[in-house]
T-cell receptor, first 112, second 114 residues
Framework: GEQVEQLPSILRVQEGSSASINCSYEDSASNYFPWYKQEPGENPKLIIDIRSNMERKQIQELIVLLDKKAKRFSLHITDTQPGDSAMYFCAASDTNAYKVIFGKGTHLHVLP | GGIITQTPKFLIGQEGQKLTLKCQQNFNHDTMYWYRQDSGKGLRLIYYSITENDLQKGDLSEGYDASREKKSSFSLTVTSAQKNEMAVFLC?????????????FGKGTRLTVV
């Protein structure tokens, strides 16, 4: 089945700098790539997503990039703030969108 | 907006015990999921269901059973709890289908096996 690799597992950045998380997938039929943020004690929540007909999407400080040829996608958080400290998960879904496979997560720490 | 309710929030079981986790959603979503969350291992798919009475195995289905009794509910059974097992089980739902839409999660059931 589909596998999603996510790196790094832990990321520490200084407040105000950028943070980047990278994911790769195996199934070339995957066409939907969401990103979820999970704060301590909370459930994961969707923060941004990208579909296979796009290469780049931005919502405020969040930028996602998709390279379909390389089967890679990434999340970039610009001007990080303490509130960005959380666990982030990338995911990929199969062509019928029922089965959503998540990466192992990145624990982002934004240092003051 | 809707909500996903998982019960119980905390579950303590004994080794070998059969344990059932319950999940209800009022989004009227077709697709429901059970994920297991372990530190350092992310969210691993146990079972999912695309409609009432449907069951599909995920990558981690061994040792678990599931039941989609009706559209709004999806239960997960740990068939034989393993000693020292600790994990959070997350139920989720989505519209599913070709819309590739958002997955909504419940707040989880935290399992401890003694």
């Amino acid at each position: 089945g589909e596998q999603v690799e996510q790196l790094p597992s832990i990321l520490r950045v200084q407040e105000g700098s950028s943070a980047s998380i990278n994911c790769s997938y195996e199934d070339s039929a995957s066409n939907y790539f969401p990103w979820y943020k999970q704060e301590p004690g909370e459930n994961p929540k969707l923060i941004i997503d990208i579909r296979s007909n796009m290469e780049r999407k931005q919502i405020q400080e969040l930028i996602v990039l998709l390279d379909k040829k390389a089967k890679r996608f990434s999340l970039h958080i610009t001007d990080t703030q303490p509130g960005d400290s959380a666990m982030y998960f990338c995911a990929a879904s199969d062509t019928n969108a029922y089965k959503v496979i998540f990466g192992k997560g990145t624990h982002l720490h934004v240092l003051p | 907006g809707g909500i996903i309710t998982q019960t119980p929030k905390f579950l303590i079981g004994q080794e070998g015990q059969k344990l059932t986790l319950k999940c209800q959603q009022n989004f009227n979503h077709d697709t429901m999921y059970w994920y297991r969350q372990d530190s350092g291992k992310g969210l691993r798919l146990i079972y999912y269901s695309i409609t009432e009475n449907d069951l599909q195995k995920g990558d981690l289905s061994e040792g678990y059973d599931a039941s989609r009794e009706k559209k709004s509910s999806f239960s997960l059974t740990v068939t034989s709890a393993q000693k020292n097992e600790m994990a959070v089980f997350l139920c989720a739902s989505s519209i599913g289908g070709t819309g590739n839409t958002e997955v909504f999660f419940g707040k989880g059931t935290r399992l401890t096996v003694v």
